[in-house]
C-alpha cells in the first residue's frame, strides 16, 4: 500500500521491492518506508523531513489540478488504471504537449507557447474551466457511487471525458502543427 | 526492608547527591530513611527548570525504568513515594500548562484538524538554532554535552510512548506499535535506536551506562524527560503523549540530519553518526504515521483528546526551546551547560 500524506512523503506498507532502473535494489532497511514527494530530501528516493524546511504543500487525496499536476512531474499518472478515460484522457494530452521539449509546469509552459504561437488565452481558460468542471463531477460521481450507484452521473462524466478529450485532442493537434 | 539485588543485565542508576529540599525529600524516602512523604513546598519560580524539584521528579520516575542501587524495587508502588510523586506531579502540570499556553481553542474556530495544528505549530516554531549552531561551529566539548543531555531520554527511547499501547485501540494503537517496533530495531536488537545511542555516545568516549551522567544534567533537561515519563504514566494524558511524540517525530529528522554532520565535520565515521543518520530515515516514516495515523486519528476518534493533544504538542516545543535557549546561552558566555564539565 502506498499513501501520500499531506505536505509529507509517500509511506509504503507491506511487501514491497525498492529497485533502480537498473534493477538492483535498494535497500530499504525497515519494512514502512517514506518516499520523497517534495524533491529536496538529500537520500533520495526516501524521505528525510526535507519537506519541513521547504514548506511543502500537496493534498493526500487527488489533486483537482490534474493537467498541472501531470505535467509538473512529467506524467506520474502513467499507472492509473487503463479503465479510466478521465486519466487516459489527460495522460495523452501531457504526453502530446511534452513532445520533444523539456519538463516544465503547465503554468510556466503557458506564456512561452503563446509566444510560439501555440495555445492561446482562449483555450487555455477552457481548459483551466473544463478541468474544474471534472474535478467537481469526479468527486460527485464518487461519492454517487459509494452512496447508490446512479447511471446518470456515471454517464454525465463520460460525457465529460468525451468533451474533455475532444478537446484536449484538438489542442494537442494544434500543438503538434506548430512545432512542426 | 530487604533491597533486591538487580541482574546484571538491568539499567542500575547509582542516586545522586541532593540538591534541596526536594531531592532530600524523595531521597529519604527512596533511602528508607523516611516513610512519610513530607510535601516540599519551597517558595521557588519555575519549577520547570529547577535542578532539585526536577531531580525529585526524575528520580521517582526512575522507580519505572530501573533499579535505583540501595533501593527496594517495591517503592516502585510504594503510597508514599506516589503520595510525593503526585504532589510534585501536580505543581508540574500547573507550570507545564502555563506554559503551553491555551490557545487550542483556536483549533475549532480556524477549522484545522489536529494533523494540520501539528504542522502549523512545526512550521511557525521559533526555538533556538540550536541544531544549526551544533552543525556548523560546535566545539567537540559542546558535542559531547549535547550528547550527554540527550542521554537521559535516549538511552531510554521510546519507552515512555509504549505506555500508551494498552491505553490506546483500534487505529492509533496499530499506528504506535508501527512506529515503536521500528524505534526498538524491527527484530533486531542491534538496530534498538537506544543501543544505536549507546554505541554513539562509546565512540565518542562517553560512559554509556544508563543513568551515568544523572548528576551532571540540569532541571532544564530533566523536565524534557520529566515530560514524557509524566505522559506516559497517566491515562488521561495519552492524547498529550500522542502530540509529544507527533512533535518530538516531527522535528527529528533535519536537526538530526545536522547532528549527524556536526560529528562528520569533527572527523567521527559511522559507527559514530549511525544514530543520527538512522533517525533522519525512520523519523520521516514516523512523523507521518505520529502526526496522522496516530495524533490526528486518536483526536478524530475521540474528538475529547484534541485539545490535550495539542497540549502535548506545544508543552514539548515550549520545553525544547527553553533547554536549546540554555545549551546556546552557556555556550555563548563559554561555559559548561551542564552542571559540572564533562
Known sequence: ?180 | MTVSQPRVDDRLVVLPPPRGPWTEAVLALLTGEADDPTLVTPARNDVLADDDFQMALYLCYELHYAALEGVDDRLEWDPSVLTLRASLEERFETELRLLAGSDDLGQAADGLSVGEELQRLVREDDGPPLSRYVETSASLDQVLEHVVHRSAYQLKEADPHSWAIPRLTGSPKAALVEIQADEYGGGRPERMHSTLFANTMRGLGLDDRYGAYIDRLPGVTLATVNFVSWLGLHRRLRGALTGHLAIFEMTSSVPNRRYGNALRRLGFGPDVTGFYDEHVEADAVHETVAAWDLADGLAASNPALAADVLFGARALLALEARWGHHLLAAWRRKESSLLRPL
Open chain 1, 1 to 180: 500500500m502506498i499513501v501520500p500524506y499531506r505536505d509529507g512523503p509517500y509511506l509504503v506498507h507491506g511487501p514491497f521491492v525498492l529497485r533502480d532502473q537498473t534493477g538492483a535494489e535498494i535497500d530499504a532497511g525497515r519494512q514502512v518506508i517514506a518516499l520523497c514527494r517534495c524533491g529536496k530530501s538529500r537520500i533520495r528516493p526516501f524521505c528525510d523531513g526535507s519537506h519541513h524546511v521547504t514548506h511543502f504543500r500537496a493534498p493526500s487525496e487527488r489533486e483537482d489540478r490534474v493537467l498541472a499536476g501531470a505535467l509538473a512531474s512529467g506524467g506520474q499518472t502513467a499507472n492509473e488504471p487503463a479503465d479510466c478515460s478521465m486519466a487516459a484522457t489527460h495522460n495523452r494530452w501531457a504526453h502530446a504537449r511534452k513532445g520533444g521539449t523539456s519538463r516544465r509546469s503547465a503554468r510556466a509552459k503557458t506564456p512561452a507557447d503563446s509566444d510560439a504561437g501555440t495555445p492561446g488565452p482562449d483555450i487555455t481558460a477552457l481548459h483551466d474551466d473544463l478541468l474544474a468542471l471534472r474535478g467537481r463531477l469526479l468527486t460527485l460521481a464518487g461519492t454517487a457511487a459509494r452512496i447508490d450507484p446512479d447511471a446518470r452521473v456515471a454517464d454525465a462524466a463520460r460525457l465529460m471525458a468525451a468533451a474533455s478529450a475532444a478537446l484536449l485532442g484538438a489542442d494537442a493537434r494544434t500543438s503538434r502543427g506548430e512545432r512542426e
